[in-house]
């Protein structure tokens, strides 16, 4: 399913971890109070067939891995979600296989 995202709003997620930092992109949807995290497997060398992926956006944001259902999301709490996937799906061990 495609949505329209709010071209004004976005918010960088980040996560700091021992072995290296990785940052994913998160978009508001228009009309929701949902915000969908786009992570782009290809800049740290991940495979995305690896991993259970949604719809690709562009070059710049990759991959749709999961979203957050808030009217205004936080940095700290996006950043929590996102690091939760990350160590949920072994992205860090991915990474460094490459």
Known sequence: ME??????????LDYFGTEC???SIAYKRKYEDVW????????YGIQNNEVETGRFMDEYAGYYVFSVHAR???WEFGS???EEWVL????VEKALQK
């Open 88 to 91: 949920k799906n072994h992205i």
């Open 36 to 43: 969908d995290v786009y992570f782009n497997f290809g800049v």
């Open 80 to 82: 929590a979600q996102f």
């Open 72 to 74: 205004d999301l936080s």
């Open 21 to 23: 930092d990785m940052e």
């Open 3 to 12: 949505y329209e995202y709010d071209d004004s709003v976005h918010l960088h």
